[in-house]
């Protein structure tokens, strides 16, 4: 069964940085397409960042620019450096594969100040 593990957020000031990881078992990342998902209060939940197996990325509007997708093949992990980073950024945030092929996992809370 797939099982990610999500780590990183925390409270930071508008126009700061965020580095994000997420620890994957039951599948190899680099064989998979991953994604960065997030979810702000009252809000659905929204895919904000996507790498496939041969590397494309692919980001909405919303972020592009300011934030990547990366992987560590030997870590099986999957990163999401995020810059420049605004309020409206703040939320719940899960990886997974796309489409999910397991349960979410706790993900990772950012909160952006103004």
């Known amino acids: 069964q797939v099982q990610v593990v999500e780590s990183g957020g925390g409270l930071v000031q508008a126009g700061g940085s965020l580095r994000l990881s997420c620890a994957a078992s039951g599948i190899i990342v680099v064989s998979n397409t991953m994604a960065w998902y997030r979810q702000a209060p009252g809000k659905q939940l929204e895919r904000i960042a996507l790498i496939t197996s041969d590397g494309r990325t692919n980001f909405p509007d919303s972020v592009k620019g300011r934030f990547t997708i990366s992987r560590d093949n030997a870590k099986n992990t999957v990163y999401l450096q995020m810059n420049s980073l605004k309020p409206e950024d703040t939320a719940v945030y899960y990886c997974?594969?796309?489409?999910?092929?397991?349960?979410w996992g706790q993900g990772t809370q950012v909160t952006v100040s103004a």
């Open positions: 997974h594969t796309a489409p999910r092929l397991g349960p």
